[in-house]
């Protein structure tokens, strides 16, 4: 909400306190200025050197007056502009379990639905009212195991189509969805191939995606859409599935790649859908220029509305998406560290002795992308291709103290397209069980946790 009020606003700058994702003992700021998005560099650098020079906060002078609260108009403006990506057309038959985890969220995607028309969710009444202390929960973060325990209870008994949750500050937007009796959170990437999908159908019906940035200049390497001269931009950070490139090249839709986090994503020129993996989603750039839950759960509750009306699943569509493209499985891992030095010796060693092989495959390709490109503003981190397609990225995390290691391998389905691109085209008519998706994923999972166990060797302190 903040940051469509930045806009809304015409405002100069906003700055939110927040916890986000992380243990309420953690709380800090976010800092955003006029044009919506979160700050890059030199900003951030400038802003820490103006808060290095005070020397204390009580010797800052403070005002006593000249500040204005704001009224619930701003709310309003926000949930319409949200609910305004529901299609007016689309389907509402759907039933969906929502929480906050004690966060801001609740009340919010409550008028949103209401205002998208589509029932109300059924709430976690225990994490639903804002609590600074998250007191049901070690870890506020829907991807954390046992995060979203108590969604899933309510699942059991409310039987929904899909389990929506939101972190703290709702800008982040986790699903888990009924996998043949037993709920299972969807990957972020698989949430983020499942909203591309819906943004592609929606482009391909005619009347354009659910919102797209202001600004139109065209991202190097890549053309106009070839959807109606729509000229639709997707982008995802690097560490993110290479799914999406693919399904945008497929769709002759322009695609994008930029460093982790939304002040990047959020920055693609023309941008129509943006996200990353660590579940950040940004489906309607032209209220919000930053990822945003609320949006991101009213999208996919209209997706699984749609799919619901098909008698068909969100899981069905992750298939299609196997078939036509391969399986795109992917991983991460984090080491994590007392002593922040250790995650620099960990680069340190692998730069000195780069590795030639790496779980039986030949390393094709190796960027330090400290080094930087038209594209790509450098950031600590190198980049591993090997000669099966397999992609490992290993970084340092932004915010604590541990390296983190992405990790994706690309399996060829029966029927669909190969590896590395070629010929596209679905499965035909094969039913499922029999067209040799189990079993692609089965041979996925293998090589990616040899990938993993390589990888967790070459990082270990
Ligand atoms: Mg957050």
Redesign the pocket.
């Known amino acids: 909400m903040l940051a469509f009020a930045i806009r809304y606003l015409g405002a100069h700058a906003g700055v939110m306190v927040?916890a986000?994702?992380n243990p309420p003992q953690d709380n800090g700021y976010k800092v955003y200025l006029g044009d919506g998005s979160q700050i890059v560099p030199p900003v951030d650098a400038e802003i820490a050197a103006h808060i290095a020079a005070v020397p204390s906060v009580a010797s800052v002078p403070r005002v006593e007056d000249g500040w204005e609260t704001l009224g619930d108009e701003i709310e309003q403006a926000y949930v319409d502009a949200a609910a305004s990506v529901v299609r007016p057309d689309a389907p509402r038959a759907v039933s969906v379990v929502h929480t906050s985890l004690h966060g801001v969220g609740s009340a919010t995607v409550e008028k949103a639905f209401a205002a998208a028309g589509f029932p109300a969710p059924h709430e976690v009444s225990s994490q639903q009212a804002p609590d600074p202390d998250f007191p049901s929960v070690a870890f506020p973060n829907p991807e954390e195991p046992g995060a979203i325990d108590a969604a899933l209870a309510l699942a059991g008994s409310v039987r929904p189509d899909v389990v929506l949750a939101n972190?703290?500050?709702?800008?982040?937007c986790a699903a888990a969805v009924d996998d043949h009796g037993t709920w299972r959170m969807l990957r972020g990437d698989e949430l983020g191939a499942l909203l591309g999908q819906h943004v592609i159908d929606r482009l391909a019906a005619g009347g354009g995606a659910a919102g797209r940035a202001d600004a139109t200049a065209g991202v190097d390497g890549v053309g106009a859409g070839g959807l109606g001269g729509d000229g639709a931009v997707f982008a995802n950070s690097i560490v993110s599935s290479r799914l999406l490139a693919a399904m945008a090249r497929d769709a002759g839709i322009a695609h994008a790649e930029t460093l982790t986090g939304f002040k990047w994503i959020a920055r693609v020129p023309g941008l129509t859908y943006g996200y990353e993996e660590a579940i950040g989603y940004c489906v309607d750039p032209q209220h919000v220029q930053d990822k945003d839950g609320i949006s991101a759960a009213l999208l996919l509750t209209e997706m699984t509305a749609i799919l619901r009306g098909q008698g068909r699943t969100l899981l069905d569509v992750l298939d299609d998406l196997a078939r036509r493209h391969g399986v795109y499985a992917t991983d991460a891992f984090s080491v994590r560290v007392d002593d922040l030095a250790i995650i620099g010796q960990i680069m340190a060693r692998l730069r000195a002795n780069p590795p030639s092989t790496v779980a039986g495959h030949q390393v094709s390709r190796a960027d330090d992308l400290t080094v930087g490109s038209p594209d790509l503003p450098p950031t600590e981190g190198l980049r591993y291709y090997l000669d099966d397609d397999s992609r490992v990225i290993v970084r340092p995390s932004g915010t604590e103290p541990k390296l983190k290691v992405y990790l994706e391998v690309i399996e060829p389905a029966a029927g669909g397209a190969a590896a590395g691109g070629g010929a596209g085209g679905g499965a035909g008519a094969a039913g499922a069980g029999d067209d040799g998706l189990p079993e692609a994923r089965r041979r996925a999972a293998e090589r990616l946790a040899a990938l993993v166990d390589a990888f967790r060797a070459l990082t270990a302190p």
């Open positions: 927040t986000s994702h972190d703290p500050d709702a800008d982040r």
